[in-house]
């Protein structure tokens, strides 16, 4: 019986396409959800023609994480589920297995984009990582773009 599942989010309605299933069985197994965000490090970048340099602040992407989450969170508790949300720093699926490990979980739930062949060459996978590394039962749910605005404009014409 699953007690905590920790969920990747990435930002994107992709990614958030996992919450409704997550809604379905965490409420009836009383399982407590971890909303896990990773922020990946962004290296310096040169302004081209002049001398200036941005750097990224991680302490605003942490924010921004957190801001991101915490709607989501209101709705999961809104439903009677027990949640937390958790940011990280790093590369996404060694901080989403080391989160898992360090928060107790005994599955992970995350969305996959699904790509293959040039795409997956250039962007990798980071749920394939995440299978390989993990020790945990993790679910993936394949969902493309495509499939989330489907869902979105079905959702406006009710």
Known sequence: MYKRAVVALDGSPVGEAIIPFILEIAG??????????VNQPVPPEVIEGSRHVTVEDPEASRIDAEKYMAPIA????GKGV?????????QPAEEIVAAARETGADLIAMTTHGRSGLGRLLFGS??????RESRLPVFLMRVTEAQVAARAAQAAAR
């Not at 009836?28 to 965000?37: I, S, W």
């Not at 209101?74 to 508790?77: A, G, I, K, P, T």
């Open 82 to 90: 027990r949640v937390r949300t958790l940011v990280r720093r790093g």
């Open 28 to 37: 009836p197994l009383d399982m407590e959800v971890v909303l896990l965000r």
């Open 126 to 131: 980071v749920a394939e990582a995440v299978l």
């Open 74 to 77: 209101v709705e999961l508790r």
